[in-house]
């Protein structure tokens, strides 16, 4: 994980950890400061925010971020920083899944032999691979082509 990530990223990563409510340290301030400098988040707010709110979690059985959010949600209002740090906890990991997946994609398709394709090429080539959820609508890609390029001819083997 060091290798991967930066000291600070690794900071911010652990402040996630520190709002799940599973974790000991669940909502310690000094934990989940560099999450907070990273979001722009108000220390001062954030840190009354937490005093008032450790407490009312004390006898609540949370079991993840989810819980935590749905359960400070109707106090939004009350708690804006809490929810922005908890918005961000929920929404970093599938950030950075989907960034992780981009990448062992591109390991696959740039291999050694593949080494000088040009970027264009292999950005389009990821694409392809990524999102292959789309359908292709290939009546609708004939039509454009043959509007573009009215003296060419498409050749199917």
């Known amino acids: 994980m060091r290798d991967r990530f930066s000291a600070s990223n690794i900071a911010v990563l652990s402040s996630v ?35 008032v709110l450790r407490p009312m979690l004390v006898n609540k059985e949370l079991s993840n971020v989810s819980e935590l959010y749905h359960e400070i949600k109707p106090l939004r209002e009350v708690f804006p920083y809490m929810m922005l740090m908890v918005k961000a906890a929920l929404t970093i990991s599938v950030l950075s899944v989907t960034c992780e997946r981009v990448f062992s994609k591109m390991k696959l398709i740039k291999t050694r032999l593949r080494n000088t394709m040009a970027e264009e090429r292999l950005n ?20 454009q082509f043959s509007a573009h390029h009215k003296n060419s001819r498409i050749m199917l083997h």
């Open 17 to 51: 950890s520190s709002i799940s409510p599973q974790n000991k340290n669940v909502l310690h301030y000094d934990l989940l400061l560099p999450l907070a400098i990273h979001i722009n988040c108000d220390k001062n707010h954030l840190f009354n925010e937490i005093q």
């Open 124 to 143: 389009d080539l990821c694409i392809l691979s990524i999102e292959r959820d789309f359908q292709v609508n290939f009546q609708q890609v004939i039509d």
